[in-house]
């Protein structure tokens, strides 16, 4: 079981920056590859970036590269979405994920609460 919690949303004005923090409990967070996802209002969820389980693999959707970036670190057991070049058309909640499947690109079997972004034009 990993419990994961989100933390860092707010309201920033476009061209802002803001990071996303992402803690999960338990002993097993370097088991799992993690995903940041997004989802506004009357939109699909949107898959943003996932990065391998040691950090050395990462994906970037197209709406975000270049702007967003995702690390991590296994020893305090949170992964990190630094967002920059905020558009408001990033206005969403954000979500942060974990997979078995080291690629990112297999079932997510763990989700946080999600936290709001809100970015202003």
């Known amino acids: 079981q990993v419990q994961l919690v989100e933390s860092g949303g707010g309201l920033v004005q476009a061209g802002g920056s803001l990071r996303l923090s992402c803690a999960a409990s338990?002993?097993?967070?370097?088991?799992?590859?993690m995903g940041w996802f997004r989802q506004a209002p009357g939109k699909e969820r949107e898959l943003l970036t996932t990065?391998?389980?040691?950090?050395?693999?990462?994906y970037y959707a197209d709406s975000v590269k270049g702007r967003f970036t995702t690390s991590r670190d296994n020893a305090k057991n949170t992964v990190y979405l630094q967002m920059n070049s905020l558009k408001p058309e990033d206005t969403a909640v954000y979500y942060c994920?974990?997979?078995?499947?080291?690629?990112?690109?297999?079932?997510?079997?763990?989700w946080g609460q999600g936290t709001q972004v809100t970015v202003s034009s």
């Open positions: 338990g002993r097993t967070f370097s088991s799992y590859a």
């Open positions: 994920a974990a997979t078995k499947s080291n690629s990112g690109s297999g079932r997510y079997d763990y």
């Open positions: 990065i391998s389980r040691s950090g050395g693999y990462t």
